[in-house]
C-alpha cells in the first residue's frame, strides 16, 4: 500500500504541474507576441517612412 501511494501524486503536485505547463505556455505566448510587436512596429515605421516620401 506505501508503495502505491507514493506513485499516485498529490493534489498540491498535480496543481504544481497544471501551473507549470499553463505558465510556459503563457511564456511562448508572450515571446510570440513580442515578436509580432517588433514586426508591426517595423511595419509601421516604413509606412511612416513611405508617407514622408510621398510629402516630399
Known sequence: ???YLQVIPSDLEII????EKRNLELEK???????EKMHLRLDADVQKLKAEKLRK
Open 1 to 3: 500500500m506505501e508503495e
Open 16 to 19: 504544481k504541474q497544471d501551473f
Open 29 to 35: 505566448k508572450i515571446e510570440w507576441l513580442e515578436e
